[in-house]
């Protein structure tokens, strides 16, 4: 090439343009020439993994044509299984507590917060205002007048109330003790007869409807146990 | 099906605001009358009675209707308590422990006379003198008894749930709430003016029962 002298600045500025452009031409050259030998890697690997994939599923093919299904069904049908499973093993751990025919449970304990419940109502009693003074006594009650009195004081020390000598039984002297131990005493024992052994709620005395109800699942109940019984006293014999 | 049906009607608006409050009225005034032979001379003086029924023990208006109130919350929380009992799945005992009863430290909390819970000290050895609390234990579900005609009837949910063994605690239980008790050489209390104010009539019936007899 010849070379040309450069006489203006203006040609030396040019030159200069002319020369960083070639420049960048070739470097973009360079990427291109790495980026297409890249892609050339890449569907050569996209081949492999083709014909690995068809090699494989062929395989798949071939294996499920000698077990009858695909191994992927079987287990989706296992974890159905054991759903349905766990399921009726629940089912059962709740009849078992009705029935306890079948004693394949532990019981399990109360959820419902019962201790709670008496603490509450403890903690009320001792709250009661019983305050008493010169102008308020507390007396000591003939408790053969009183029979409600009699009856709760009888139950909490222990003593049939209904016995000929309860009286002699009766081995507390209340005007040695507080108002509010009194009080808090018989309140337990009012308590103790008149809610927690008594036949309370008993919601099927007022609800017919719950009663018939009640009477349909007791008879549905003996039925299935009449069958249970039946069978087993077959096997017996 | 049973329990859900108990527990659907246990858990309704109608049981537990309007039955149970109702209840719950009914059996403070019993339990205030009840009570009223300790406080009142003639307790079943009509005088002694508020409109409603309520024994007043001879208390000021403000006094007897706050009394009122607590009796009544008192009842509103043992009924609620027993009617969600009968949906658990057990059995439960409240043992009042007799006088003379020698103090368990498992099943017992103690007080003193006043009322203070006493929590250190060593009681081992002492006997009852009064129980004001009642320890609570619970039971699994009995076994179903040999007669087939009656499983159903034992399966079904039973509002007799609480047995009525007396004062003797069951064997198995498992203790939700221990007895509070006060325990005999405890310091008397400062007597009230009770024989000093009693008149001849009304000693009728105390002989067997104002004596202290074992302490």
Redesign the interface.
């Known amino acids: 090439m010849t070379k040309v002298r450069l006489r203006t600045a203006n040609e030396r500025l040019l030159k200069g343009r002319l020369d960083t452009a070639i420049s960048q031409m070739k470097a973009f050259r360079r990427e291109l020439r790495h980026k297409q030998s890249e892609l050339q890697q890449e569907e050569d690997r996209t081949k492999k993994l083709q014909i690995q994939k068809g090699l494989l599923q062929s395989a798949q093919r071939e294996r499920d044509l000698r077990s009858g299904e695909p191994f992927e069904e079987l287990i989706r049908l296992k974890d159905q299984y054991i759903d349905k499973l766990k399921g009726r093993l629940e089912d059962r751990e709740k009849l078992g507590?009705?029935?306890?025919?079948f004693q394949i449970s532990q019981?399990?304990?109360?959820?419902?917060p019962?201790?709670e419940?008496?603490?509450?109502?403890?903690s009320?009693?001792?709250?009661?205002?019983?305050q008493?003074d010169?102008d308020?006594?507390?007396?000591?009650?003939?408790?053969?007048?009183?029979d409600?009195?009699r009856i709760?004081v009888c139950?909490?020390?222990?003593i049939e109330p209904h016995e000929n000598a309860w009286?002699?039984k009766?081995?507390?002297?209340?005007?040695?003790?507080?108002?509010?131990?009194?009080?808090?005493?018989?309140?337990?024992?009012?308590?103790?007869e008149?809610?927690?052994?008594?036949?309370?709620?008993?919601?099927h005395s007022e609800?017919e409807l719950?009663a018939k109800?009640?009477e349909s699942?007791?008879n549905l109940?003996?039925n299935i146990?009449?069958d249970v019984?039946e069978v087993h006293t077959n096997d017996y014999l | 099906?049973?329990?859900a049906?108990?527990s659907s009607?246990?858990k309704s608006d109608l049981?537990q605001n309007r039955?149970i409050p109702r209840?719950a009225r009914k059996?403070a005034r019993?339990?205030s009358?009840?009570?009223a032979?300790?406080?009142?001379?003639d307790?079943n003086h009509p005088k002694e009675s508020d409109l409603y029924g309520f024994n007043k023990?001879?208390?000021e208006k403000e006094?007897y209707e706050?009394?009122q109130a607590?009796?009544e919350?008192?009842?509103t929380?043992?009924?609620?308590?027993?009617?969600?009992?009968?949906?658990?799945?057990?059995d439960?005992q409240?043992v009042?422990y007799?006088?003379?009863t020698e103090y368990d430290k498992s099943t017992m909390e103690v007080e003193n006379?006043?009322?203070i819970p006493q929590r250190n000290g060593n009681f081992d050895g002492r006997v009852i003198?009064?129980?004001?609390?009642?320890a609570?234990f619970?039971y699994?579900?009995r076994?179903?008894g040999e007669d087939?005609?009656k499983?159903?009837?034992e399966?079904?949910v039973q509002?007799?749930n609480?047995?009525?063994t007396?004062?003797?605690q069951r064997e198995g239980g498992?203790l939700?709430?221990p007895a509070?008790v006060?325990l005999r050489d405890d310091q008397?209390?400062v007597?009230?003016?009770?024989?000093?104010?009693?008149s001849d009539d009304?000693?009728?019936?105390?002989s067997?029962?104002?004596?202290?007899?074992?302490y």
């Open positions: 507590f009705f029935t306890k025919s019981i399990k304990r109360s959820s419902m019962l201790d419940g008496f603490k509450d109502i403890y009320a009693c001792q709250h009661i205002p019983c008493y010169r308020r006594p507390l007396f000591v009650p003939a408790l053969d007048m009183h409600d009195l709760l139950k909490g020390l222990g009286a002699k009766v081995n507390v002297d209340f005007s040695k003790l507080t108002p509010q131990a009194i009080v808090r005493a018989v309140t337990t024992s009012a308590l103790r008149w809610v927690f052994e008594d036949d309370f709620p008993r919601l609800s719950l109800y009640r699942v007791a109940g003996m146990l009449a019984v | 099906m049973d329990l049906a108990h009607i246990i049981f039955r209840k059996l019993r339990l009358r009840t009570l032979p300790f406080f009142v001379k307790s023990w001879g208390q006094e706050e009394r607590i009796f919350n008192i009842c929380c043992a009924l609620k308590t027993k009617a969600n009992s009968i949906l658990n799945l057990e439960y409240m009042i007799t006088p003379g006379i006043g009322g003198w009064l129980c004001v609390q009642a609570v619970s699994p579900k076994e179903l087939v005609t499983f159903m009837a399966a079904l509002s007799r609480f047995s009525h007396g004062n003797v498992k939700l709430v509070r006060i008397p209390a007597r009230s003016s009770v024989s000093d104010t009693m009304d000693t009728s019936g105390l067997d029962i104002s004596t202290p007899t074992d």
